[in-house]
């Protein structure tokens, strides 16, 4: 009996305290409603709580229960399947498969809401995770891929760009709780390539980045004015660079380790 693939879930380390516990009954709550909301449009009638035309009821050996229409004895149109592991699928059928627009529970009571195809995440859609936290966006055969929003409740962040094969990769943009924000590129869910960090602090740095570091040729602007422009490595000034001071003076020369080494001058 094929069923839908439950997303990892995001370990992240938690910088906003939230109740998981609080977070968890609001999602249960919503699939509750949903599920209640499809059977009274879809399967039976509210009044009498008789199936509704074309409606049939089909239970498997392993004591699932589909309650749906039928084409040539496959699933096929709209109905809704009750896997004996809890989960529970409801929306669109072909060929004995979700496929179309439709709604997959998890046992664990994580949700997916969307488009579906042969039995997979396939298309626009938004996962819910139980500590509050969601992707909206697109996906291909059950992995993020393409363009899409990850609202990371439990951090206070967010993340909207593009993904491949469940990683941020390509063009995005990050938003962190401490008020820092990433524009640029991105590869295996790091900073890397092209991109602008904008600090709170009114700091920017604007360069190459590799493996979520400065890495290459790059500018920062301090909070205070003074500017970098030069060789990092690793997250620090090493190679050729000047820093610039606001009253005018500065240091042209070699770096290592953040710190002027070799040859340089100042003026």
């Known amino acids: 009996m094929s069923q839908l693939k439950r997303q990892e879930t995001i370990q992240l380390e938690s910088r906003k305290p939230i109740n998981i516990e609080q977070a968890k009954r609001r999602i249960q709550r919503e699939n509750t409603n949903i599920i209640q909301d499809f059977i009274s449009k879809q399967i039976k009638n509210p009044q009498t709580n008789s199936y509704l035309p074309n409606i049939q009821k089909r239970q498997y050996e392993d004591s699932s229960i589909y309650e749906g229409t039928l084409q040539n004895n496959l699933r096929y149109?709209?109905?809704?399947?009750?896997f004996s592991n809890r989960d529970v699928y409801f929306g669109s059928w072909e060929s004995d498969c979700f496929s179309g627009k439709g709604v997959y529970i998890f046992s664990s009571?994580?949700?997916?809401?969307?488009?579906?195809?042969?039995?997979?995440?396939?298309?626009?859609?938004?996962?819910?995770?139980?500590?509050?936290?969601?992707?909206?966006?697109?996906?291909?055969?059950?992995?993020?891929?393409?363009?899409?929003?990850?609202?990371?409740?439990?951090?206070?962040?967010?993340?909207?760009?593009?993904?491949?094969?469940?990683?941020?990769?390509?063009?995005?943009?990050?938003?962190?709780?401490?008020?820092?924000?990433?524009?640029?590129?991105?590869?295996?869910?790091?900073?890397?390539?092209?991109?602008t960090l904008h600090y709170s602090s009114g700091a920017k740095y604007d360069g190459q980045w590799e493996d979520d570091l400065a890495h290459g040729k790059g500018i920062m602007i301090y909070a205070n004015r003074d500017t970098y422009e030069g060789l990092w490595?690793?997250?620090?000034?090493?190679?050729?660079g000047i820093y610039k001071h606001v009253d005018g003076?500065?240091?042209?020369?070699?770096?290592?380790?953040?710190?002027?080494?070799?040859?340089?001058?100042n003026l």
């Not at 859609?125 to 969601?134: D, F, R």
């Not at 490595?233 to 050729?240: I, L, M, R």
């Not at 020369?253 to 001058?265: F, M, R, V």
């Open 249 to 265: 003076s500065y240091y042209e020369g070699e770096w290592a380790n953040d710190d002027k080494n070799g040859i340089g001058y």
């Open 77 to 82: 149109g709209i109905g809704i399947h009750n």
């Open 109 to 195: 009571g994580e949700r997916y809401q969307g488009l579906l195809k042969d039995g997979h995440k396939n298309g626009q859609g938004t996962y819910y995770y139980l500590n509050g936290n969601k992707y909206e966006g697109e996906w291909l055969n059950d992995q993020k891929h393409g363009s899409g929003l990850a609202t990371l409740i439990s951090l206070n962040e967010t993340y909207e760009g593009d993904w491949k094969y469940n990683e941020k990769a390509g063009q995005g943009t990050y938003l962190y709780s401490y008020g820092d924000k990433y524009i640029g590129e991105w590869k295996s869910d790091k900073r890397w390539g092209k991109g």
């Open 233 to 240: 490595f690793k997250g620090a000034k090493e190679g050729k």
